[in-house]
C-alpha cells in the first residue's frame, strides 16, 4: 500500500503537467525568448567581443551600467501600466501592443550594434547598448505582466518555470553568435541575432490578451499620480506591514551573487585560455539544459514544499556554484571537461533559484498594479547587482579572479540568513503565499 507521500509527490506531478500543456505556457516560452536574448546579447557577449578588441577591463565594467536599464524601469512602467498606444492598443490589445513597440526598439538596438566597430570607438557601441537594454527592460514590464494576469496563483511557478525555458533557450540562440563570429565578425553575428528577434517577436500575434482587472481612468493630474503611482507603491505596505523593509531587503539581495559574478565571467574564460569555439560549446549550447531543468525541479519543489523553502534551497546553491568558478580561474590547462562540470553546477542552481525568485516576486504583486508593482521589485533586486557590476572589472584587476569569484559567493549569504527568517516569523504575504486569484 502506497504511503501519502509517495501519493501527494504523484499528484505534485500531475498538476505541474497539466499546467505545462496549456496553450499559455508554449507562448510564455516564446516570451521568455524575447526577454532573454536581448539581455544575453548586452551582459555577456559584449563583453567578450570588447575583450578580443582589446578594449580595457575597466570599461567593459562599466558598460554593465547599461544594464540598469532594467533597474530604472520602474519609473516608465507606470506608462506601460496604462497608456494606450493609439491605433495598436485597439488591434492587439494592451499589452501585446507595449510588446511589440519594445521588440522593434531591440532590433534596432542589435543593428545599431551590428554597424558598430568597438576596436576603433566604443561609442556607436554604447548607443545601440542603451537602446537594447531600454527597449528590452520595456518588454520585460509587458511580459511580466502578462504572465501575472495569464494565469491564476497556483500556475505561477510553472509560469515561471516556462519563462526561464524560453529565457535560456535565449542563451543557445545568443550562443550562435560564438559560432558565427567565428566564421565571420561580430558584427554579423549581431544582425543575425537581429533577424531572430524580429522572428521570434511574431509570436505577439499569437497569444492571447488577458483579461484586465478594470481600473477608473483619472480625471487629474493629481489623481493619475496618485492612482498610477503612490497606490501601487503603497500597496506592498498594505499587505506586508512591518515586514516590507525585510522583504524588500530579501528581494534586493537574493541574486547580488550571480548578477555581480556575472560580467567577469566570460573574460575569466578568456583569459584562462578557452577558445571562442568551447565558451560557444559549453557555456550557450550545455549551459542552458540545467538551467531548464533547475527550473522544473523548483516547480515540483515549490508545489510539494513551498516558496519560502525552496527560495532558502536556491540562495544555498548559488553561493556554493558561484565559487566554483575562483576554482575554475586557477586552472592552468583549460580543458572543456571543467567548464562543462563549472558551467553546469551553476546554471542548474540558478535555474532553480530565478525561477521561485520570480514566483515569489509574483506572488507580492496586486493584480491591478502588475506591470508597475513587478517593475519596481525586479529593479530592486537589479539595483545592487546591476550597480556592484560597474565596478567588476576594476575588482578583478585588484584581487585577481579567484578572489574576485570567492568575494562574489560570500555576497549571498544575506539572503540565506533573510530567507531563514522570513520562513520562521514571517506573515503568509511575506512567504509569498497570494489569495486573490486572476481574472482570466
Not at 565558451?279 to 527550473?295: D, E, H, K, R, T
Not at 576594476?394 to 520562513?423: D, T, W
Request: glycine share 8%; net charge neutral.
Amino acid at each position: 500500500m502506497e504511503d501519502s507521500s509517495t501519493i501527494s509527490w504523484r499528484r505534485d506531478w500531475r498538476v505541474t503537467l497539466h499546467s505545462l500543456t496549456q496553450p499559455r505556457m508554449l507562448g510564455m516560452a516564446s516570451l521568455g525568448f524575447a526577454s532573454g536574448l536581448p539581455y544575453m546579447l548586452i551582459y555577456s557577449e559584449l563583453a567578450f567581443w570588447m575583450k578580443k578588441e582589446g578594449v580595457d577591463l575597466s570599461v567593459i565594467g562599466f558598460f554593465a551600467w547599461i544594464g540598469l536599464a532594467y533597474t530604472a524601469k520602474v519609473f516608465w512602467a507606470p506608462l506601460v501600466d496604462r497608456v494606450r498606444i493609439p491605433g495598436l492598443t485597439q488591434a492587439l490589445g494592451h499589452r501585446r501592443s507595449w510588446m511589440l513597440i519594445a521588440i522593434v526598439g531591440t532590433i534596432t538596438g542589435m543593428l545599431t550594434i551590428a554597424a558598430s566597430d568597438p576596436g576603433t570607438s566604443v561609442t556607436q557601441l554604447a548607443v545601440g547598448a542603451v537602446i537594447l537594454a531600454t527597449s528590452g527592460a520595456t518588454l520585460d514590464i509587458s511580459i511580466d505582466a502578462w504572465r501575472i494576469e495569464a494565469a491564476p496563483t497556483d500556475e505561477q511557478t510553472n509560469m515561471a518555470a516556462t519563462y526561464i525555458l524560453g529565457y535560456r533557450l535565449a542563451i543557445i540562440g545568443a550562443g550562435l553568435s560564438y559560432i558565427v563570429a567565428g566564421w565571420f565578425n561580430w558584427n554579423i553575428a549581431y544582425a543575425c541575432m537581429a533577424a531572430i528577434m524580429a522572428l521570434n517577436g511574431c509570436v505577439i500575434f499569437f497569444i492571447k490578451e488577458p483579461t484586465r482587472i478594470a481600473r477608473e481612468t483619472a480625471m487629474t493630474i493629481r489623481d493619475a499620480v496618485f492612482d498610477n503611482v503612490v497606490r501601487p507603491f503603497f500597496g506592498f505596505v498594505g499587505k506586508l506591514g512591518i515586514w516590507t523593509p525585510i522583504v524588500f531587503l530579501f528581494v534586493a539581495t537574493y541574486l547580488i551573487s550571480d548578477k555581480t559574478m556575472g560580467p567577469m565571467a566570460k573574460p575569466m574564460y578568456q583569459a584562462v585560455g578557452y577558445t571562442e569555439f568551447q565558451v560557444g560549446l559549453v557555456s550557450s549550447f550545455f549551459g542552458p539544459w540545467p538551467v531548464i531543468l533547475g527550473g522544473f525541479v523548483a516547480g515540483i519543489i515549490s508545489i510539494r514544499f513551498g516558496l519560502m523553502r525552496s527560495l532558502l534551497i536556491g540562495s544555498a546553491l548559488m553561493v556554493v556554484t558561484n565559487a566554483a568558478f575562483a576554482w575554475l580561474s586557477t586552472v592552468t590547462d583549460p580543458k572543456t571537461a571543467y567548464l562543462f562540470v563549472t558551467v553546469g553546477a551553476d546554471n542548474l542552481a540558478a535555474g532553480f533559484a530565478a525561477t521561485v525568485f520570480i514566483a515569489y516576486l509574483s506572488s507580492l504583486c496586486d493584480l491591478k498594479f502588475a506591470a508597475t508593482q513587478y517593475a519596481f521589485l525586479s529593479a530592486m533586486f537589479n539595483l545592487v547587482g546591476k550597480t556592484l557590476s560597474g565596478f567588476t572589472g576594476q575588482l578583478a584587476e585588484i584581487m585577481g579572479f579567484e578572489l574576485f569569484f570567492l568575494f562574489s559567493a560570500v555576497l549571498g549569504l544575506p539572503a540565506i540568513v533573510l530567507a531563514v527568517v522570513l520562513y520562521i516569523f514571517g506573515p503568509a504575504a511575506a512567504k509569498g503565499i497570494r489569495t486573490e486569484e486572476t481574472a482570466v
